[in-house]
């Protein structure tokens, strides 16, 4: 995951590929609770290393992802890295299952409209 920018690489190299239009990343989010997402136009890593790897191959970080929460551990000596790769707790599990249905929703707006009508519909305020 950390090096996640592996798999964008052969996309640079095609004339048509806009990253700010053509494609949505799809990440783990410690900064959402468990069971929350949003859809994000652009934006900086924020300490993801997936996303800086992307960033960091494609030069850019104009391009859309769909950050799901994951929620922040609640001891604060466990690493993040850990924290996100550990099993979740059953009731964690249950949330972030629960969001997959609308997230493909979400994802399928995307597709058909564009991040701005996607953001509309499926961002919700918290």
Same mark, same amino acid.
């Given at each position: 995951?950390?090096?996640?920018?592996?798999? %964008?690489?052969? @996309?640079?190299?095609?004339?048509? #590929?806009?990253?700010?239009?053509?494609? $949505?990343?799809? %990440?783990?989010?410690?900064?959402?609770?468990?069971?929350?997402?949003?859809?994000?136009? /652009?934006?900086?890593?924020?300490?993801?290393?997936?996303?800086?790897? +992307?960033?960091?191959?494609?030069? !850019?970080?104009?391009?859309?992802?769909?950050? +799901?929460? %994951?929620?922040?551990?609640?001891?604060?000596? +466990? /690493? $993040?890295? *850990?924290?996100? @790769?550990?099993?979740? !707790?059953?009731?964690? /599990? *249950?949330? %972030? $299952?629960?969001?997959?249905?609308?997230?493909?929703?979400?994802? *399928?707006?995307?597709?058909?409209?564009? +991040?701005?009508?996607?953001?509309?519909? #499926?961002?919700?305020?918290?």
């Amino acid at each position: 995951m950390n090096r996640s920018g592996l798999a %964008v690489t052969s @996309l640079i190299d095609s004339r048509d #590929f806009d990253p700010a239009v053509d494609m $949505l990343v799809v %990440v783990d989010d410690i900064a959402l609770p468990p069971g929350r997402f949003r859809l994000r136009p /652009e934006g900086s890593p924020g300490g993801h290393n997936g996303l800086a790897s +992307i960033s960091g191959v494609l030069g !850019t970080e104009m391009f859309a992802r769909l950050r +799901i929460g %994951v929620g922040r551990p609640t001891d604060a000596q +466990i /690493e $993040l890295a *850990e924290w996100v @790769l550990a099993p979740p !707790t059953q009731g964690e /599990e *249950e949330a %972030v $299952l629960s969001t997959f249905s609308q997230a493909t929703q979400a994802i *399928e707006c995307w597709l058909k409209y564009g +991040i701005e009508v996607g953001m509309n519909r #499926f961002n919700v305020s918290t």
